[in-house]
C-alpha cells in the first residue's frame, strides 16, 4: 500500500506526465469517504494509525522547499497533483491550500498545471467547489452510475448518491475532467451493460471537456480482479469517441 509524504515526487504519470504530489492526509494513514476495491492505497481499515492532516502552513513551507529545490536541480514539472493517501478535499483547509498552492505555482513553475484527483463526494460544498473551480484539472472520479453498483466497487463510507454527484458536477458547466476506473471482478463488470451503458448516459448529460479512461496498474487490495487492455477500453468507448468525446485511455 501507498504512504506518501505531504510533498512528493515529482514521478512519472500515466495521465499527466512529470507530476509533482500534494497529499493532504495522513502521511503514515489512509483518510477516505471510498473504500474503493482497487485503491492502491489499501484497505481503510489498515490506515487508521495515523490521523494527523498536515495545515495550509506545513504545506506552504513543503512545497515551497520543493519548487525551490526543483527549480534548482533543473527538474521539469507538468502537474501540480493533489492525490495521496485519501480523499483530499477532506482536509479543513483545502481551499486555503489551494491558493497557496497556485500562488507557488505561478511563481516557481508557471507552465505547470494544477490537478486534484477527487472523488466529487464533496464537490457540492461551496467552499470546495469554489477552489476546484480555480485550478486547471479537476478531475473527477465516477465509476459506477448507480447507486447499487458503486456500492460494489466504491464502498462509500456515510451518505453518497449518484444522482447527487452528477448534480453537483453539472454546475462545473462541462469544465472538468470525469475520471472512471474500468474493470472487472466479483460484482462488477465495466464492461456490462448495466454499466457502461447508464455511464454513457451521464456523460452525454455532463460533457466533460475530457474523460480519463483507466484501469488497474498496481496491486489491489480485493482479490479477483481483473485490468482491461487499452484495445478493450478503447472498443467499449467508440459511441462517445464517435460523438466528439475527448478520452484518454490508460493501460
Known amino acids: 500500500m501507498m504512504r506518501e509524504e505531504t510533498v512528493f515526487g515529482p514521478i512519472h504519470s500515466r495521465r499527466l506526465g512529470s507530476s509533482l504530489g500534494i497529499n493532504l492526509l495522513p502521511t503514515r494513514g489512509k483518510l477516505c469517504n471510498?473504500?474503493?476495491?482497487?485503491?492502491?492505497?489499501?484497505?481503510?481499515?489498515?490506515?487508521?494509525?495515523?490521523?494527523?492532516?498536515p495545515s495550509a502552513a506545513e504545506l506552504k513551507d513543503a512545497l515551497q522547499a520543493k519548487l525551490a529545490w526543483c527549480r534548482a536541480e533543473g527538474i521539469?514539472?507538468?502537474?501540480?497533483?493533489?492525490?495521496?493517501?485519501?480523499?483530499?478535499?477532506?482536509?479543513?483547509?483545502?481551499?486555503?491550500?489551494i491558493d497557496i498552492t497556485l500562488e507557488l505555482r505561478d511563481e516557481y513553475c508557471p507552465g505547470a498545471v494544477v490537478s486534484v484527483l477527487s472523488n466529487a463526494t464533496t464537490a457540492g460544498r461551496k467552499p470546495v467547489f469554489d477552489a476546484l473551480r480555480k485550478?486547471?484539472?479537476?478531475?473527477?472520479?465516477?465509476?459506477?452510475?448507480?447507486?447499487?453498483?458503486?456500492?460494489?466497487?466504491?464502498?462509500?463510507?456515510?451518505?453518497?448518491?449518484?444522482?447527487?454527484?452528477?448534480?453537483?458536477?453539472?454546475r462545473f458547466e462541462g469544465d472538468f475532467i470525469l475520471q472512471t476506473m474500468f474493470l472487472k471482478g466479483p460484482g462488477f463488470d465495466s464492461s456490462s451493460p448495466e454499466v457502461l451503458g447508464p455511464w454513457m448516459d451521464i456523460v452525454r448529460r455532463l460533457r466533460p471537456r475530457k474523460i480519463m479512461v483507466y484501469t488497474l496498474d498496481r496491486e489491489a487490495p480485493a482479490e479477483g480482479l481483473e485490468k482491461f487492455s487499452v484495445e478493450e477500453m478503447t472498443r467499449l468507448v467508440a459511441p462517445?469517441?464517435?460523438?466528439?468525446?475527448?478520452?484518454?485511455?490508460?493501460g
Open 240 to 250: 462517445l469517441l464517435e460523438e466528439g468525446f475527448s478520452i484518454s485511455i490508460s
Open 34 to 53: 471510498f473504500d474503493c476495491i482497487y485503491c492502491e492505497c489499501g484497505w481503510n481499515k489498515d490506515g487508521r494509525g495515523d490521523t494527523v492532516l
Open 76 to 97: 521539469g514539472i507538468d502537474s501540480i497533483t493533489f492525490s495521496g493517501d485519501g480523499e483530499p478535499t477532506l482536509n479543513p483547509d483545502f481551499a486555503q491550500i
Open 135 to 170: 485550478v486547471d484539472n479537476p478531475i473527477m472520479k465516477l465509476d459506477a452510475p448507480t447507486d447499487e453498483l458503486a456500492a460494489r466497487i466504491n464502498q462509500p463510507q456515510g451518505r453518497y448518491h449518484v444522482d447527487e454527484v452528477v448534480a453537483s458536477l453539472e
